[in-house]
């Protein structure tokens, strides 16, 4: 079946530091990929998405490329904030259904 | 349109009670999904609704689960005979089909079985 991985966490970062969280994934047929962000206190909202391979998403700063080769879908910023601060979850959807397989989440703190 | 509302925010229970969840989504989706988050994880699905037709439930979903979505619109997931085993976040999201299109979450029902 669809499955996420994610690196472990929790990681901690100075402000202005670059992130890069990793996420690889198993799938069938032709996965869309998705990085949803969990602010504390809120909900989990959509970060970003790729549809297809070799497809860059982006958003507020983070970027993440659709590598079909690798199967991966890793999350990056050149310089994070105290405000990135939050759980952040690596996905997938495949076929008609479009349920999410999600990651573990990682948590992000960052410090001023 | 405010977005994903749930109801209730927080419920606790003992064990061995009913209980029930509703979510509203957004009134121009007609999917909507419930997934189950506990500690440390990710959100893992349960069941999907288009319109009010279920379409698929996870194996997750054991027989004291059940959802409906009577007109379309809100659903409910009532939880018979509670296990601690179900204390858990209950997630709700709805979108539009399409397999890119992005599901918008609901803050959730935070479960806690006593």
């Known amino acids: 079946g669809d499955s996420v991985t994610q690196m472990e966490g929790p990681v901690t970062l100075s402000e202005e530091a670059f992130l890069t969280i990793n996420c690889t994934y198993t799938a069938t047929g032709y996965p869309s990929l998705f990085w949803y962000v969990q602010y504390p206190g809120e909900g989990l909202q959509l970060l970003l998405k790729?549809?297809?391979?070799?497809d860059k998403g982006s958003n507020k700063g983070f970027e993440a490329t659709y590598r079909k080769e690798t199967t991966s879908f890793h999350l990056e910023k050149g310089s994070v904030q105290v405000s990135d601060s939050a759980v952040y979850f690596c996905a997938l959807n495949t076929g008609a259904n479009s349920k999410l397989t999600f990651g573990k989440g990682i948590t992000l703190s960052v410090r001023p | 349109d405010t977005g994903v509302s749930q109801d209730p925010r927080h419920k606790i229970t003992k064990r061995g009670q009913n209980v029930t969840f509703r979510c509203d989504p957004i009134s121009e989706h007609n999917r909507l999904y419930w997934y189950r988050q506990t500690l440390g994880q990710g959100p893992e699905f349960l069941t999907y609704f288009q319109n009010e037709a279920q379409l698929e439930k996870s194996r997750l979903l054991s027989d004291r689960f059940s959802a409906e979505r009577p007109k379309g619109s809100f659903s409910t997931l009532e939880i018979q005979r509670t296990e601690q085993g179900d204390s858990a976040m209950y997630l709700c999201?709805?979108?539009?089909?399409?397999?890119?299109?992005?599901?918008?979450f609901g803050p959730g029902t935070r479960l806690t079985v006593t």
């Open positions: 999201a709805s979108s539009n089909p399409g397999q890119g299109a992005e599901q918008y």
């Open positions: 790729a549809t297809k391979a070799d």
